[in-house]
Nanobody, 117 residues
Framework: QVQLVESGGGLVQPGGSLRLSCAAS????????MSWYRQVPGEQRDLVAA???????EYAESVKGRFTISRDNAENTVTLQMNSVKPEDTAAYYC???????????WGPGTQVTVSS
């Protein structure tokens, strides 16, 4: 059974940093494209950052230069380092695993990030 569990969310001041982690189990982690999405109540869930099986990364324009996604295939984790955070980064952040050969995806339950002074 595939499980994704996010951690590291919380309250942070504008300009500060936060590190989100997603621990995966029950899957061949290295074969999955991994990504982080975020969602504000009443709005759609948007892509924040993604890292492919080959390590290629992709970022939303709004977080380029501030956020960094990385993966550790030995530890089955994907991390989102968030620097210079802004109030508009406030959202629930979700980890997603996608397996292209079968077109299947899995989601974590999410972790809340609140940027406020």
């Amino acid at each position: 059974q595939v499980q994704l569990v996010e951690s590291g969310g919380g309250l942070v001041q504008p300009g500060g940093s936060l590190r989100l982690s997603c621990a995966a189990s029950g899957m061949s982690f290295s074969r999955y494209h991994m990504s982080w999405y975020r969602q504000v109540p009443g709005e759609q869930r948007d892509l924040v950052a993604a890292i492919a099986v080959n390590g290629r990364t992709e970022y939303a324009e709004s977080v380029k230069g501030r956020f960094t996604i990385s993966r550790d295939n030995a530890e089955n984790t994907v991390t989102l380092q968030m620097n210079s955070v802004k109030p508009e980064d406030t959202a629930a952040y979700y980890c997603r695993a996608f397996f292209p050969p079968l077109n299947v995806e899995f989601w974590g339950p999410g972790t809340q990030v609140t940027v406020s002074s």
